[in-house]
Nanobody, 121 residues
Framework: QVQLVESGGGLVQAGGSLRLSCTASGRAFSSYAMAWIRQAPGKEREFVAGLNWNGSRTYYADSVKGRFTISRDNAKNTVYLQMNSLKPEDTAVYYC??????????????WGQGTQVTVSS
């Protein structure tokens, strides 16, 4: 149905920036809310940012507010996560996920393979 592929991760120094991309297959991409979830070694999965079907509503974890920006381009079947002022505690594998409907909810599907973000100090 929907296949998600993340890219854009890498190694960056504290204070730097990265832009993650998630490309999706399927013509129904614009029907779903999308989100980024991250997991660091030994830590629980953490919701980072999400947005509804057309990007008119966005949601952020308190830890990234003011630093990260989530956006989407439905014509390109792509969701982005612009990460600025990166901190070592942002180090994690970042996953792209979709909701089961047009708005943010508790259930996420079609996890991608993830992209590693490493922030050095």
């Amino acid at each position: 149905q929907v296949q998600l592929v993340e890219s854009g991760g890498g190694l960056v120094q504290a204070g730097g920036s990265l832009r993650l991309s998630c490309t999706a297959s399927g013509r129904a991409f614009s029907s779903y809310a999308m989100a980024w979830i991250r997991q660091a070694p030994g830590k629980e999965r953490e919701f980072v940012a999400g947005l509804n079907w057309n990007g008119s509503r966005t949601y952020y974890a308190d830890s990234v507010k003011g630093r990260f920006t989530i956006s989407r381009d439905n014509a390109k079947n792509t969701v982005y996560l612009q990460m600025n002022s990166l901190k070592p505690e942002d180090t994690a594998v970042y996953y792209c996920v979709r909701s089961i409907g047009p708005n943010i909810g508790p259930t996420w599907r079609n996890w991608g393979q993830g992209t590693q973000v490493t922030v050095s100090s």
